[in-house]
């Protein structure tokens, strides 16, 4: 099996086991294809600034929840996902904020559109009874937008650092969500 149709897979497969998450009250707001940019319509440099830029909004949102939950968090494994998701989104989004400046930078119609869909994400782990569960239940649709932006990227960029990085949150976060949906079951 090629690693890229290896990779899509393992992302996808996680799907069903998302479809017995209730995820009541943590839609993504917005979320619909027919708002903001089309991403399997772009390619080549056009692609790769609207999907990076889109991409650090989406990581952006994951900071912002992560930061919200924290001071509530009790479960130690939950605020250690936390803290990686500070630490490791942070530090992707150095690196495209970075790939984005040759390429014209910020594509600001694209973030504003990412910004919008993350917006209800962060107030309910302000006020929710129970923050860990809160926050795992809010991860995995964030999760799951992620692995569909980048199952997207690795089909239509030609950036070999695009296509790792996007192969990175691929194999990363259907791992973490695979260990979040393991989490909540218990």
Same mark, same amino acid.
């Given at each position: 099996?090629?690693?890229?149709?290896?990779?899509?897979?393992?992302?996808?497969?996680?799907?069903?086991?998302?479809?017995?998450?209730?995820?009541?009250?943590?839609?993504?707001?917005?979320?619909?294809?027919?708002?903001?940019?089309?991403?399997?319509?772009?390619?080549?440099?056009?692609?790769?600034?609207?999907?990076?830029?889109?991409?650090?909004?989406?990581?952006?949102?994951?900071?912002?929840?992560?930061?919200?939950?924290?001071?509530?968090?009790?479960?130690?494994?939950?605020?250690?996902?936390?803290?990686?998701?500070?630490?490791?989104?942070?530090?992707?989004?150095?690196? @495209?904020? %970075?790939?984005?400046? #040759? &390429?014209?930078?910020?594509?600001? /119609?694209? *973030?504003?559109?990412? =910004? !919008? +869909? @993350?917006? %209800?994400?962060?107030? #309910? &782990?302000?006020?929710?009874?129970? /923050?860990? *569960?809160?926050?795992? =239940? !809010? +991860?995995?649709?964030?999760?799951?937008?992620? &692995?569909?932006?980048?199952?997207? /990227?690795?089909?239509?960029?030609?950036?070999?650092?695009?296509?790792?990085?996007?192969?990175?949150?691929?194999?990363?976060?259907?791992?973490?969500?695979?260990?979040?949906?393991?989490?909540?079951?218990?």
């Amino acid at each position: 099996m090629k690693p890229l149709t290896f990779l899509l897979a393992a992302a996808l497969s996680v799907s069903p086991a998302l479809a017995q998450t209730d995820h009541s009250g943590h839609a993504m707001p917005g979320m619909t294809a027919s708002q903001g940019p089309n991403l399997t319509a772009l390619s080549g440099k056009a692609f790769d600034r609207a999907y990076l830029s889109m991409m650090i909004a989406h990581h952006q949102g994951a900071l912002d929840m992560a930061r919200a939950a924290q001071p509530r968090l009790k479960d130690a494994k939950v605020k250690a996902w936390a803290a990686a998701v500070i630490q490791e989104q942070t530090r992707e989004i150095t690196l @495209m904020t %970075g790939w984005l400046k #040759p &390429l014209g930078g910020v594509d600001s /119609a694209a *973030r504003t559109h990412m =910004q !919008g +869909m @993350m917006a %209800g994400m962060v107030a #309910p &782990l302000k006020t929710a009874a129970n /923050a860990d *569960r809160a926050f795992v =239940q !809010g +991860m995995l649709p964030h999760h799951q937008g992620a &692995l569909e932006m980048a199952g997207v /990227a690795l089909m239509r960029s030609s950036d070999a650092r695009v296509l790792k990085l996007s192969r990175d949150i691929v194999r990363a976060q259907a791992d973490e969500m695979y260990a979040y949906r393991l989490w909540l079951l218990r």
